[in-house]
């Protein structure tokens, strides 16, 4: 099965933008669709948006739509989330995922999961 190595998070201001790459190794990137989900404190882990293996389908949650963009680079194994117009309900740590079937929004159909970056936005 695949690693999952997530990177690019950090603090940065209300309206800022920040890139989060999830770099994968292992297995063949394309068998996997591929998700992002946030977690902040006290809260479940939430679905935040998600890519099929090839992206020609990509999912995003309501919270995010038109602020965040999933894109894949298959040649790189990485998966990316940019996020514009960040705002301070979006700090949480951010999770890649990976699952070796059809995309999915459900976070428990994803059984492979990176450590997770930190993203803080202050108001």
């Known amino acids: 099965q695949v690693q999952l190595v997530e990177s690019g998070g950090g603090l940065v201001q209300a309206g800022d933008s920040l890139r989060l790459s999830c770099a994968a190794s292992g297995r063949t990137f394309t068998y996997y669709a591929m998700g992002w989900f946030r977690q902040a404190p006290g809260e479940e882990r939430e679905f935040v948006a998600a890519?099929?293996?090839?992206?020609?389908?990509?999912y995003f949650a309501d919270s995010v739509k038109g602020r965040f963009t999933i894109s894949r680079d298959n040649a790189k194994a990485t998966v990316y989330l940019q996020m514009n117009g960040l705002k301070p309900e979006d700090t949480a740590a951010y999770y890649c995922?990976?699952?070796?079937?059809?995309?999915?929004?459900?976070?428990?159909?994803?059984?492979?999961w990176g450590q997770g970056t930190q993203v803080t936005v202050s108001s």
């Open positions: 995922a990976a699952r070796q079937a059809k995309v999915t929004m459900n976070r428990d159909e994803y059984g492979i």
């Open positions: 890519i099929s293996p090839y992206g020609g389908s990509t």
